[in-house]
């Protein structure tokens, strides 16, 4: 079915405790740069650029899901995914950062982990 309407994934928002904690993650495992035309909200965050003019937001924010349980695996969870070149390269990273990660349960060249405030990430091996 073509979809007429989407063009493509502007950008992902996550609610973060700690945004310099959050950033140092985002920066470390991805390398991604700020975006510095982001505005003031009226709290502190941060626009991190992706290819294509897609984004991820940052929030520091009151959870309102703080104390909702989060499944182990990424992937029975909300999550959002990342084609990415090598998840060699991401998962050396997060060793690197004593961070645990999930192999994809499907069998695909995929792993799951979670950002310091549990938000679940997958990345995708590009085929």
């Known amino acids: ?13 996550f609610i973060v405790a700690d945004l310099d904690k959050s950033l140092a993650f985002y920066q470390a495992v991805l390398g991604l740069e700020i975006d510095s035309q982001r505005p003031d ?3 502190p965050g941060a626009w991190l650029t992706l290819p294509e003019q897609q984004q991820i937001h940052l ?5 309102p899901d703080k104390n909702s349980e989060r499944p182990e695996h990424g992937g029975r969870d ?12 991401i998962a050396d990273s997060l060793k690197s950062l004593g961070m645990t990660y999930t192999k994809s349960k499907s069998g695909r060249k995929a ?3 979670r950002d ?11 085929l």
């Open 1 to 13: 079915m073509k979809n007429n309407v989407i063009l493509r994934l502007h950008h992902v928002s």
């Open 41 to 43: 909200l009226g709290y």
């Open 59 to 63: 929030m520091q924010l009151n959870n």
């Open 78 to 89: 909300h999550h959002v995914a990342f084609t990415v070149k090598s998840i060699d390269k």
């Open 111 to 113: 792993l799951f982990c």
């Open 116 to 126: 310091p405030d549990s938000n679940a990430l997958e990345f995708i091996e590009d």
